[in-house]
């Protein structure tokens, strides 16, 4: 495994993280996908299965964990601080703020009062006094508002129950830039991927402000890892159930456009986290992972040798050409 530094946080994380959302089992939420009850996470995880998962990771390496409340209704977090609960190996935990369930309801609301409580209840769910990152959960400009729930994590920064805050981002780059410009954020997570590329604007004034970058998504969903096809059907459970036909086949499409990256060595989900690395300044990719199989296969990158100038090529001209084209 190697290792990267977090920005101006000096903390030496695992270039591969893992992404708890699918550890924290399946749950269904109202007014999420729809005004009625949809999947809000991805097929069920057993809790001893989640737990062994997170051992097996820090066995090898792996130091850096983020989830949030969101992810299972809280069980996401609960999972990771049984499964760190006695272990010796340093690991720096993530999550994050202002998207919750309320009374089987899925709300977003970035306010100062719903920091502190929202944060409270982390702490008690992670059994931690200090909490290493906390993040507000991808808040649109509008939801952002006059920033006072930033304003709040700052507040609980300086009085010390939290090390460092930043920002889980929308999907607006814009509005990202400027929250960095405001020189706030110690860490920011981003969508960057293969699907993504817009989002390597973003890392030229993270390097300016030192802040540290997180990677969420990086296999855009699933579509990335190879597995999935026109033909692939969802488990009722699965948030992706709901997204329709046509979004499905449009995803499958465009991931496809990077099947070259793929070679007997390296599966195409590999090949995904191996181009997001090739960016210095990103700090640690959490790839979601429902199982050791998939997390073995994740880790493994980080020992992988780098895509040569060739194919960084090729991918730069997918994106100029047939893949932004048709975004």
């Given at each position: 495994m190697q290792y990267r530094t977090l920005g101006r946080t000096g903390i030496k994380v695992s270039e591969i993280g893992l992404g708890s959302w699918e550890l924290g089992g399946s749950y269904f939420l109202r007014d999420r996908s729809s005004a009625g009850t949809d999947p809000a996470g991805y097929a069920d995880v057993a809790e001893q299965e989640a737990v062994a998962t997170v051992h097996w990771g820090l066995e090898h390496g792996l130091s850096f964990v983020d989830t949030a409340p969101i992810y299972g209704d809280g069980e996401s977090e609960r999972r990771v601080a049984r499964a760190l609960a006695g272990r010796s190996e340093s690991v720096t935990v993530e999550t994050k703020l202002c998207v919750f369930a309320e009374d089987g309801r899925y709300r977003r609301v970035f306010?100062?009062?719903?920091?502190?409580?929202?944060?409270?209840?982390?702490?008690?769910?992670?059994?931690?006094?200090?909490?290493d990152i906390d993040l507000l959960h991808s808040p649109s400009r509008e939801e952002f508002g006059n920033g006072e729930s930033l304003d709040a994590l700052l507040e609980l920064k300086k009085a010390g129950k939290v090390r460092w805050i930043g920002i889980s981002s929308s999907y607006d780059v814009a509005h990202t830039l400027e929250l960095i410009e405001t020189g706030h954020l110690d860490v920011l997570q981003i969508p960057l991927s293969l699907m993504r590329p817009e989002w390597v604007d973003v890392l030229a004034a993270c390097r300016r402000h030192d802040t540290g970058v997180v990677v969420r998504e990086p296999l855009f969903s699933?579509?990335?890892?190879?597995?999935?096809?026109?033909?692939?059907v969802f488990s009722k459970d699965d948030q992706r159930s709901v997204w329709g036909r046509e979004r499905h086949l449009e995803n499958v499409r465009r991931a496809n456009l990077f099947k070259f990256l793929a070679n007997e060595g390296r599966t195409p989900a590999q090949a995904a986290l191996k181009w997001i690395l090739s960016f210095p300044d990103v700090s640690v990719v959490i790839a979601g992972s429902s199982n050791r199989t998939e997390l073995e296969e994740n880790l493994a990158v980080s020992d992988q040798a780098s895509l040569n100038a060739?194919?960084?090529?090729?991918?730069?001209?997918?994106?100029?050409?047939?893949?932004?084209?048709?975004?």
């Open positions: 306010t100062r009062d719903v920091v502190f409580r929202e944060f409270e209840e982390s702490q008690q769910r992670l059994g931690a006094d200090v909490i699933g579509y990335l890892t190879g597995h999935l096809t026109e033909d692939t060739e194919e960084i090529d090729r991918v730069a001209s997918v994106h100029r050409s047939r893949y932004l084209a048709s975004v």
